[in-house]
T-cell receptor
Framework: DAKTTQPNSMESNEEEPVHLPCNHS???????IHWYRQLPSQGPEYVIH???SNVNNRMASLAIAEDRKSSTLILHRATLRDAAVYYC????????????FGKGTRLSVIA | GAVVSQHPSRVICKSGTSVKIECRSL??????MFWYRQFPKQSLMLMAT?????????EQGVEKDKFLINHASLTLSTLTVTSAHPEDSSFYIC???????????FGDGTRLSIL
């Protein structure tokens, strides 16, 4: 799997938007960009994924650069329950290959 | 709601005991299941991949005789840690995926503590 680079940690104030960046300069044309998050003492939770176009769902938005070498996960209004480790992962389309986790970004939300 | 159920959530046992962890997909057929391990302050590390009805494929450095995986049906996979020792203490997480490259769904993990 192609490698991704994320900041180790970020901090946000409650009820403010959060932009979590991810660099993936070696992404291939068939790689989807997946975002998962892991709350303390829980398994990872699916957040969002996309290929080329920006994506929105009830949890977040995913903005993908035109050259696909970077992406940004956007939480529109951070809450204390959004404090977690966020993982940006590339996975080939259509395959049954497992997700390979990097170190992710630890997001702290301040009340 | 949860689509992957993992049980038990926590196990504390003596050294030398064998421990079985169950992973069930609740509302879809999991053609592939994965087992991960996570040590404190580290990321998830893939241990093995199992396809229903086939032998599991283990990652390098993971002992297949110590971590027995059974994926006998499309909704159930089990991981048995045989003769567990304190160094096997970790957070074990299962994941399930249906056919056609669907997103992976994860269980809530099992915290294993070997005394």
């Amino acid at each position: 799997d192609a490698k991704t680079t994320q900041p180790n940690s970020m901090e946000s104030n409650e009820e403010e938007p959060v932009h979590l960046p991810c660099n993936h300069s070696t992404i291939s044309g068939t790689d989807y960009i997946h975002w998962y998050r892991q709350l303390p003492s829980q398994g990872p939770e699916y957040v969002i994924h996309g290929l080329t176009s920006n994506v929105n769902n009830r949890m977040a938005s995913l903005a993908i650069a035109e050259d696909r070498k970077s992406s940004t996960l956007i939480l529109h209004r951070a809450t204390l329950r959004d404090a977690a480790v966020y993982y940006c992962i590339l996975r080939d389309t259509g395959g049954n290959t497992p997700l390979v986790f990097g170190k992710g970004t630890r997001l702290s939300v301040i009340a | 709601g949860a689509v992957v159920s993992q049980h038990p959530s926590r196990v504390i046992c003596k050294s030398g005991t064998s421990v079985k962890i169950e992973c069930r997909s609740l509302d879809f057929q999991a053609t592939t299941m994965f087992w991960y391990r996570q040590f404190p302050k580290q990321s998830l590390m893939l241990m093995a991949t199992s396809n229903e009805g086939s032998k599991a494929t283990y990652e390098q450095g993971v002992e297949k005789d110590k971590f027995l995986i059974n994926h006998a049906s499309l909704t159930l996979s089990t991981l048995t840690v045989t003769s567990a020792h304190p160094e096997d203490s970790s957070f074990y997480i299962c994941s399930a995926m249906g056919a056609g490259g669907q997103p992976q769904h994860f269980g809530d993990g099992t915290r294993l503590s070997i005394l």
